[in-house]
């Protein structure tokens, strides 16, 4: 049995490789696309510092990386949201979600590479999964009486892109006005006495225009 432990551990080293290569190509290529969503996927394998082979090895080309990116955000947007339905009070659960959505940045990816992939059954169905659960989280908000009457589903989504707007060279500062905008918003959704707010509510799929080139990729 012995050989066989041997012959075993290196193949685990190998993984832990490759799951740290794997790492720092997507941690690269996220700055270069948030910084420019045009760059070549050569400026990430230059950002990684991983030859374009070792890339290439990953991902077969700019889209599919593209791809797994927002995936992982969006994975990344749906555990945030689970975790938050586990809290008790509906106001906690949903204002710890957008804590949490915007400190983690997954909305850059969104405002910056929206429409510059082809969506996979699996992305829609995790959007889909994704809305509903924020749905929840308003639905458990209103219940409780916090979170004002006029406030729907689509303007959490809105509230979020907003803050992954911010963005300045230095990212402490950045982190700083996020949470500073975002505590003004939560603030104004908690006035349930307040004025109602001017003009309807964004209609559903109103915002789903920015991912029509995904939509038209799959249909192609």
Same mark, same amino acid.
């Given at each position: 049995?012995?050989?066989?432990?041997?012959? !075993?551990?290196? +193949?685990?080293?190998?993984? =832990?490789?490759? @799951?740290?290569?794997? &790492?720092?190509?997507?941690?690269?290529? *996220?700055?270069?696309?948030?910084?420019?969503?045009?760059?070549?996927?050569?400026?990430?394998?230059?950002?990684? &510092?991983? &030859?374009?082979? !070792?890339?290439? =090895? /990953?991902?077969?080309?700019?889209?599919?990386?593209?791809?797994?990116?927002?995936?992982? &955000?969006?994975?990344?947007?749906?555990?945030? #949201?689970?975790? #938050?339905?586990?809290?008790?009070? %509906?106001?906690? #659960?949903?204002?710890?979600?957008? /804590?949490?959505? $915007?400190?983690?940045?997954?909305?850059?990816?969104?405002?910056?590479? @929206? %429409?510059?992939?082809?969506?996979?059954?699996?992305?829609?169905?995790?959007?889909? /999964?994704?809305?509903?659960? $924020?749905?929840?989280? $308003?639905?458990?908000?209103?219940?409780? %009486?916090? +979170?004002?009457?006029?406030?729907? $589903?689509?303007?959490? %989504?809105?509230?979020?892109? @907003?803050?992954?707007?911010?963005?300045?060279?230095?990212?402490?500062?950045?982190?700083?006005? *996020?949470?500073?905008?975002?505590?003004?918003?939560?603030?104004?959704?908690?006035?349930?006495? !307040?004025?109602?707010?001017?003009?309807?509510?964004?209609?559903?799929?109103?915002?789903?225009? *920015?991912?029509? =080139?995904? *939509?038209?990729?799959?249909?192609?």
């Amino acid at each position: 049995m012995a050989p066989m432990t041997g012959a !075993a551990s290196p +193949l685990r080293g190998r993984q =832990r490789e490759a @799951a740290r290569n794997d &790492g720092v190509i997507l941690a690269a290529a *996220r700055d270069v696309f948030l910084e420019d969503p045009k760059a070549p996927i050569s400026a990430v394998a230059e950002r990684a &510092g991983v &030859g374009i082979s !070792a890339l290439y =090895r /990953r991902y077969a080309g700019k889209e599919e990386l593209l791809r797994t990116l927002c995936h992982d &955000g969006l994975k990344a947007f749906i555990q945030a #949201a689970q975790d #938050a339905d586990e809290m008790n009070e %509906g106001w906690d #659960a949903l204002t710890t979600f957008l /804590r949490e959505v $915007v400190d983690a940045d997954v909305h850059s990816l969104t405002v910056h590479l @929206a %429409g510059t992939f082809t969506s996979t059954p699996e992305m829609v169905q995790d959007a889909v /999964r994704s809305n509903e659960l $924020v749905a929840r989280l $308003v639905d458990r908000a209103h219940a409780g %009486g916090r +979170l004002r009457p006029d406030v729907v $589903v689509t303007d959490i %989504g809105i509230v979020l892109e @907003a803050c992954a707007a911010i963005r300045l060279p230095d990212k402490e500062r950045t982190v700083e006005l *996020r949470r500073r905008y975002l505590a003004l918003t939560i603030d104004g959704m908690d006035r349930d006495d !307040a004025d109602a707010l001017p003009g309807p509510p964004p209609a559903p799929g109103e915002m789903n225009w *920015r991912w029509a =080139r995904s *939509r038209q990729g799959q249909s192609s």
